[in-house]
């Protein structure tokens, strides 16, 4: 395993794992992704960027009531017309400049079957995807691990939040350094990173917002020792 001085020690793989289970037990499995087939969750992953689920879901809702959301239709549909139909999701011109060039790699690289890309490996899978204009890394992993069933962690900024907060890295951690972080403290298990990163998302949704809501969080008796006290008193 790799050692990484930015992350705190007392953080092991064990104290990790315990943590998801915690979680798991407490909030429950939240399934994700939410989506019907592997296209509306690559479609949805697009489109959840900078804004609330509930828009992505009438920006797809609006795309099936068009039938518009299979592969030769968003490569057939004008980028005018894609861009109003998924308004509600906010950056729709670059939205649909995203879904257009996705759905052009598709096309040209594995014939515009997901299945034919989903037998090619994580590591070269996640090279292609982040080549995509548009696409970065959050997105990537997001599209690899919950419609691809790929191995990898997504990291949001939930998680460099919890990790601060927690202390748990030292100083400024980037987006790769946290992925490597999980991905060699945990098991390598598809239910265990689809699962903990859906209940990290859930811990910063409900707890951990800008103003933090430790009183009554799953996460309380994980913080360091000082702040447990500060709220105990
Ligand atoms: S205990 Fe507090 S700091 Fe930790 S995740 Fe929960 S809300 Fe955030």
Not at 48 to 64: D, G, M, P, Y
Not at 79 to 86: D, G, K, M, P
Not at 101 to 127: A, C, D, P, W
Not at 195 to 218: K, M, Q, S, T
């Amino acid at each position: 395993m790799v050692t990484n001085s930015k992350f705190s020690p007392e953080l092991t793989s064990a104290r990790l794992q315990k943590i998801f289970q915690h979680l798991l037990n407490v909030i429950g499995p939240r399934h994700w992704w939410p989506g019907d087939g592997a296209l509306e969750i690559i479609i949805g992953a697009i489109l959840t960027q900078n804004t609330a689920w509930k828009n992505v879901e009438k920006a797809i809702s609006e795309l099936k009531k068009r039938n518009l959301l299979s592969i030769s239709a968003l490569d057939a549909v004008e980028l005018a017309e894609l861009a109003s139909v998924i308004r509600s999701s906010g950056y729709y011109n670059q939205k649909a400049k995203k879904i257009k060039h996705f759905i052009r790699y598709l096309i040209e690289n594995y014939g515009g079957s997901l299945q034919e890309m989903e037998k090619v490996s994580v590591e070269t899978l996640r090279q292609e995807l982040l080549q995509i204009n548009g696409i970065g890394a959050e997105t990537a992993d997001s599209i690899l691990l919950y419609a691809l069933n790929k191995p990898t962690f997504v990291i949001d900024a939930y998680t460099h939040r919890i990790f601060q907060r927690h202390q748990w890295t030292k100083g400024r951690v980037n987006y790769e350094e946290l992925r490597q972080f999980f991905l060699q403290h945990l098991p390598q298990d598809l239910y265990v990173y689809n699962e903990f990163h859906a209940l990290i998302d859930y811990v910063g949704h409900h707890f951990c917002r800008r103003e933090p809501n430790c009183e009554i969080c799953p996460l309380k008796n994980e913080l360091p020792q000082q702040n447990q006290m500060k709220e105990e008193s």
